[in-house]
């Protein structure tokens, strides 16, 4: 169902645009960085389809959905655009004969860049963790350098010109090792996480000749696969409370009054602090009475006193 | 072999390099007797440009590009000795260091050899920054660019005596006569610099047949390939004394880039048991043993912080002469420290070599800290702002302390103890 775009929206969607624009800036690898709570397929699809829309060519290496179900959601138009090379029917290549059951995710990925035509190019990896735990980390980092970069390979395609590799990770199922070697190769690394039902994306951008940026993004995936961009982290107010949970009062409960009676409050109000610059002070220090002494200080002046009535400065002549 | 078999096993000083010069008659005006390699007397300093002798201990220096590093690491980088930097953890600010040495090649007219698996070394070398040259460096530049052929001078008028002798030939486009020179990173090296300088690269990927890809085969042998292109340079261009070099003594400036990382072929960084764990130690052993008995100096750059065996780690700081680490701020919660914010990262000085003799030029300064400004990377003492209000907790002043880690007595340990900084 098309959601009608309100006056927010419109405020917010040329940032979420710059989101976007921001991560496919450069060519290289884009690593999505994910976990079993905050989850990075949603964002994967929102960067495929606004590289299909800028008229890129989108080839998608399957390996944990089904071609179906990672193409719903994405328009006729993406969809268009769209290679998808399905590893997730027959990972393995069981149904070629005499094929070597481990080159089937690795002859994949090599072949993928030949098949690629003219122009800019989008290869995403759904995902690097199932890839990582099929090929020795060594050779996946160097199979993922050689992708990335354009032209390395003298089979390559000559008329490519700029190779994108998006890769998805996740990161709680490898140790520091395989993740900080793929990391290494990543020119532009999102880190997943959030609060409270949103989303963050912290974003490191390895640009060569510029210093690297690192920026935080709050967003929310909308079912057609736009982001929507919030400021910041949100408020508790704007979240949506769950529906089941009863609200306790925390004024309840309380072992003093938050609220005072009347007579309590004018009790309050009539009584005089002991160390307040009340004004009975002010108009006994102003007015003193006429009979109460009053301190003065004598000042006798000391044989040794040098007053000396002359001017210093008169034999100057100015 | 000559250099070994006059110096022994230890690194090249310059007196060394005078007596192997000595041989081959480099020189059109040599004096005769005592001074020009007699059994009598001592062997005069070879000029290599570029070059100067160490005050402490007479070896010979090349620049690292960094005219700071320089002055922490005892005045420059020895010859025949290996520099490893511990790159960042996002190797953004290594790479500079990385240029900054091969850039100063260029300028001082040395032989380049760039290893990487990474990026094409003709394009790491189109991305070196520019010197930064006063007026006497332009004027010299000038004068190498409009110096007239040297057939237009085939009729000067020489001394008789020297007729027979052969005639000296400028090397390269020599820029400047100073040791070290300063870099803008905000412009690119000039074209006709990079067109005038020799230099090497050696790319892993096209030194791969490329069936062998991905196999165990191609995994061992990167390091292998390696170490026989080095071997074949400094043979062949005679940076080793049997093959004497044709024009005027030169430097081979060796440069390996993110070595040890998976590109290479190595697992050390993917497991912390490693089926291979010894190749990477065996590599810099056979390299050093090259570097020892050569006329080169080589500066490396690993991802120190990614190796899961710390044990390797350390190896292989054993087996370099000077390690330096960078230590970035991005990402880190000292990125956004008020103890901090001018600065970009810390660089520490991990190991300073002793060479013939049994100190080393260990710097007064222990806490320094690097910063990348629009046109320079400079390296700073890391000075605190004063604590005058109670903004900076006391947590903040304890996060300072195991990051200004200190130089071990020895040069090579780092000693273990969080100090606080003394102002």
């Known amino acids: 169902m098309p959601r009608l775009l309100s006056g927010d929206d419109i405020r917010r969607r040329p940032e979420a645009s710059e989101m976007l624009d921001s991560l496919l800036a450069t060519g290289g690898l884009v690593l999505l960085r994910d976990s079993v709570e905050w989850e990075g397929r949603g964002l994967l699809k929102a960067l495929i389809k606004k590289s299909a829309l800028r008229g890129e060519q989108v080839h998608v290496l399957g390996c944990e959905v089904s071609e179906e179900e990672f193409r719903e959601g994405l328009g006729s138009d993406v969809n268009s655009r769209l290679v998808y090379h399905d590893l997730f029917r027959d990972p393995l290549n069981w149904s070629q004969p005499g094929e070597a059951a481990p080159e089937g995710p690795l002859k994949a990925l090599r072949s993928m860049c030949r098949r690629t035509d003219r122009g800019s190019v989008t290869i995403a990896l759904d995902s690097l963790s199932w890839l990582l735990c099929h090929i020795p980390c060594v050779t996946l980092c160097q199979a993922l350098h050689a992708l990335s970069q354009r032209n390395v390979d003298p089979g390559d395609n000559p008329l490519i010109e700029q190779v994108r590799v998006l890769g998805l990770l996740h990161e709680e199922l490898h140790g520091p090792g395989p993740v900080g070697a793929v990391s290494s190769l990543a020119h532009t690394e999102v880190t997943l996480s959030g609060k409270m039902d949103q989303t963050s994306a912290s974003i490191l951008c390895r640009r060569p000749q510029q210093r690297a940026t690192y920026q935080t993004w709050w967003f929310s995936i909308l079912p057609d696969f736009s982001l929507d961009l919030h400021e910041g982290l949100p408020l508790h107010s704007e979240l949506h409370r769950d529906p089941h949970t009863t609200q306790v009062d925390p004024a309840s409960h309380l072992t003093f009054n938050l609220h005072l009676s009347k007579k309590e409050r004018e009790a309050k109000d009539s009584l005089t602090l002991p160390f307040q610059f009340s004004s009975e002070k002010q108009q006994a220090l102003l007015h003193p009475v006429p009979g109460q002494t009053t301190g003065r200080i004598f000042y006798e002046p000391d044989a040794f006193d040098d007053v000396d009535q002359e001017d210093p400065d008169d034999d100057l002549d100015i | ?423």
């Open chain 2, 1 to 423: 072999m000559a250099a070994a078999a006059t110096c022994g096993a230890g690194t090249l000083s310059s007196e060394c390099v005078a007596s192997e010069a000595g041989q081959s008659r480099t020189s059109s005006f040599q004096r005769r007797g005592k001074a020009s390699g007699a059994p009598g007397g001592g062997p005069r300093l070879l000029s290599i440009a570029g070059t100067r002798p160490s005050v402490r201990n007479g070896q010979l220096l090349v620049s690292t590009g960094l005219p700071a590093l320089d002055q922490l690491l005892g005045g420059g980088l020895a010859v025949g000795t290996l520099l490893l930097i511990e790159e960042d953890k996002y190797n953004i600010y290594s790479p500079l260091l990385f240029k900054y040495f091969l850039a100063e090649g260029i300028v001082n007219g040395h032989t380049l050899l760039v290893a990487s698996a990474k990026e094409n070394p003709a394009n790491i070398l189109q991305e070196l920054p520019a010197p930064l040259l006063d007026d006497n460096g332009k004027k010299e530049l000038e004068d190498v660019h409009s110096a007239k052929p040297p057939e237009a001078d085939a009729n000067m008028k020489i001394a008789w005596r020297y007729q027979l002798q052969p005639r000296m030939e400028q090397v390269g486009p020599v820029l400047s006569s100073r040791f070290g020179h300063y870099y803008d990173v905000s412009r690119r090296i000039p074209q006709e610099l990079l067109e005038s300088s020799n230099w090497h690269g050696f790319f892993l990927p096209e030194h791969t047949p490329p069936g062998l890809k991905g196999e165990p085969c191609f995994l061992s042998c990167g390091y292998m390939k390696l170490l026989q292109f080095f071997q074949n340079i400094i043979y062949t261009e005679g940076f080793d004394g049997a093959n004497p070099q044709k024009k005027q003594k030169n430097i081979l400036r060796i440069g390996i880039q993110n070595l040890g990382s998976p590109l290479w072929g190595d697992d050390i960084c993917c497991k912390e048991n490693s089926d291979n764990h010894h190749r990477l130690t065996k590599f810099l052993y056979i390299l050093r043993g090259l570097l020892r008995s050569s006329l080169s100096a080589c500066i490396i750059t690993m991802p120190a912080q990614l190796v899961q065996n710390k044990a390797i780690t350390t190896r292989v700081r054993n087996l370099s002469d000077t390690v330096v680490g960078l230590e970035s701020f991005i990402g880190s919660e000292r990125e956004t420290n008020p103890l901090y914010k001018d600065y970009h990262g810390l660089i520490h000085i991990r190991k300073i070599p002793r060479l013939n003799n049994l100190t080393c030029d260990e710097s007064d300064v222990k806490d320094l800290a690097f910063k990348l400004k629009r046109k320079l990377f400079t390296i700073e003492r890391l000075h605190l702002p004063p604590d005058l209000s109670d903004t900076v907790g006391r947590s903040s002043r304890q996060d300072l302390a195991p990051s200004t880690t200190l130089l071990g007595t020895g040069c090579s340990g780092m000693t273990g103890g969080k100090k606080r900084l003394d102002f």
